[in-house]
Nanobody, 126 residues
């Protein structure tokens, strides 16, 4: 399974940015997908998840109401729309997947993920 995240960059506080993660190597539509992030000097943390069908999502409290996770199963791609960005959102963002078929996307621990993309850096200036 290969995951390739893209879309990171340098933005100002209050701006929006959309990350994409293209997946290959398995039937994308059968699995939940996740976004995590890791800020300098901090542990990797859960950001958002979406179930296999796209009908159920979960968010960290820190991004709820500002970020939206979505997926296009026809394009084998998961997205993270980030609005009202804050300097504390600065981090390397990773897409991830687990091995639970038809999962609900309720896992929040990085150790529960089986596949990781290389990450894309998001820097939010104040």
């Amino acid at each position: 399974v290969q995951l390739q995240a893209s879309g990171g960059g340098l933005v100002q506080a209050g701006d929006s940015l959309t990350l994409s993660c293209a997946a290959s190597g398995r039937t994308f539509s059968n699995y939940a997908m996740y976004w995590f992030r890791q800020a300098p000097g901090k542990e990797r943390e859960f950001v958002a998840a979406i179930n296999w069908g796209g009908g159920s999502t979960n968010y960290a409290d820190s991004v709820k109401g500002r970020f939206t996770i979505s997926r296009d199963n026809a394009k084998n791609t998961v997205y993270l729309q980030m609005n009202s960005l804050k300097p504390e959102d600065t981090a390397v963002y990773y897409c991830a997947g687990d091995s639970t078929m038809y999962g609900f996307g309720t896992k929040r621990s990085s150790w529960a993920m089986d596949y990781w993309g290389k990450g894309t850096l998001v820097t939010v200036s104040s």
